[in-house]
Antibody
């Protein structure tokens, strides 16, 4: 059974940093691209970052480029999201997802972890 | 960025009724369209990928169709457990999502 379990969320002040982790199990982690997606309270879904299966390439939308860094440790089947210079608009539930490059979709999602940016 | 326009924003349906949700892309996405269902307090679950392929374990009353810029999700016989919010998503370029359709039982 595929499982994605996020951790590391919490309350953080604006301008500070936070690092999220996602431990994957039930599949061969290093065969898949992985992605972080977020959802602000009561809002829609927003793509945050993607990483290729080897970790050799990463992709970000303009809203987080230069502030967020996605990385992975294939030996530990773990995905990370380093978030720096956090803003109030980064407040959201962050989901770790497995990305399928065949038709560009997300077939498994973690339960999500809440990040609140507030003073 | 490719914009996804989803409609309607909300609807209510009776048990057994057929429901259709529409999604329009700002440019051709060549069937790179997926549909997700999200229930309150839960993470989204994949229903359809590649515009019309049913994800394993998803009931056959769900179906997807469309091509080019126009896509739709159909629920052939509304059930209580189908209540939730439905999102479309394209991934041809950077992934973008529709704004969601809230589906309730009438």
């Amino acid at each position: 059974e595929v499982q994605l379990v996020e951790s590391g969320g919490g309350l953080v002040q604006p301008g500070r940093s936070l690092k999220l982790s996602c431990v994957a199990s039930g599949f061969t982690f290093n065969n898949y691209w992985m992605t972080w997606i977020r959802q602000a309270p009561g809002k829609g879904l927003e793509w945050v970052a993607s990483i290729t299966n080897t970790g050799g390439s990463t992709y970000y939308p303009d809203s987080v480029k230069g502030r967020f860094t996605i990385s992975r440790d294939n030996a530990k089947s773990t995905l990370y999201l380093q978030m720096n210079s956090l803003r109030s608009e980064d407040t959201a539930t962050y989901y770790c997802t497995r990305f399928r490059v065949s038709y560009y979709y997300f077939d498994y999602w973690g339960q999500g972890v809440m990040v609140t940016v507030s003073s | 960025d490719i914009q996804m326009t989803q409609s309607p924003a909300s609807l209510s349906a009776s048990l057994g009724e057929t429901v259709t949700i529409q999604c329009r892309a700002s440019e051709d996405i060549y069937s790179g369209l997926a549909w997700y269902q999200q229930k309150p307090g839960k993470s989204p679950q994949l229903l359809i990928y590649g515009a019309s392929s049913l994800q394993d374990g998803v009931p056959s009353r769900f179906s997807g169709s469309g091509s080019g810029t126009q896509y739709s999700l159909k629920i052939s016989s509304m059930q209580t457990e189908d209540e939730g919010v439905y999102f479309c998503q394209q991934g041809l370029k950077y992934p973008t999502f529709g704004s969601g359709t809230k589906l309730e039982i009438k």
